[in-house]
């Protein structure tokens, strides 16, 4: 009995030594019903896609996405067969999809700058609220998540210090441009555009022959057909003729504030147009009470006329 299994054993390892001449033990890898091809060590294989691709130890890696896991199939396959582990390595590469995650620094709704994590973020921002607390009386400083798939924009994300230096420029720049946006503000109607430039050649209030009463806007010379923009946005209530200003556009802001553009020799906007500050409006012309080419411009609050230099032309 014993010297039976001894034979049987004796047989199965010739059996296994014969088999293994010819054949070696290796894994068919699968993703998504498609063979990649065969790898000898499951252990291994997984473990470099793991860490090289599937969960790499990169900063600025939110996840990666993969269709399907790999799938590993223990078989014999003929010794002389090469394994494929490159080319599956390639092909799970090319079959992930990874999101990189960086943190906008935010002034209001502007982006400064980026750092790589939360925690940058976090630092970058009390920091800045600690030296420039008077700067943010009126200004937000905000973190956002952004992703992205682009690896290449990951560069964009500094380190704390930079980030730091480059927050505090916008936000120094912030302040400037909102002072100005302050300065040139009516009754919440932003005087954002000069609707031509060129040379003033009488100003709001000054005493001229050509009229019997103080000036009642401001003129600025330019050539013929000069393009006239629209100061700020608002809807056009008068486009047509009209006395003294000949062709004249106004446009209403709203809260009572109206816009007068005046001797205009072509008009491009009807009654109801809605316009934003910096559209085309009319050209610069010579028509009604007028002794050359030049815009007269208006401002007026509920009617009345009020000196334009005020929020523009400064
Ligand atoms: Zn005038």
Redesign the pocket.
Known sequence: MIRLVSIILIGLVIILALVLLKYKPSYKVTIAGEELGYVTSKKEFEQLVNEQILYPDEIDVAFVDIQEMPKYNFLFIENTKQTDEEEIFSKIQEMAVTTYKMYAIMLNDDISTYVHSKEEAEEVIAKIKDEKAEELEEINITMKEIYTQNKEETQNAIEVASAKEVAEVSLEEKVIEQQKIKESTLDGVYFAVKPITGHIT?RFGAMEDIRDHA?????IAAPNGTTIKAAADGTVTYAGSMGGYGNLVIISHGNGIQTYY??CSKIYVSVGTQVTAGDSIAAVGSTGNSTGN?L??EIRKNGAQINPQKYLYK
């Open positions: 009488s000036h009642q806007g401001m003129d005046g001797h030049h007269h411009f």
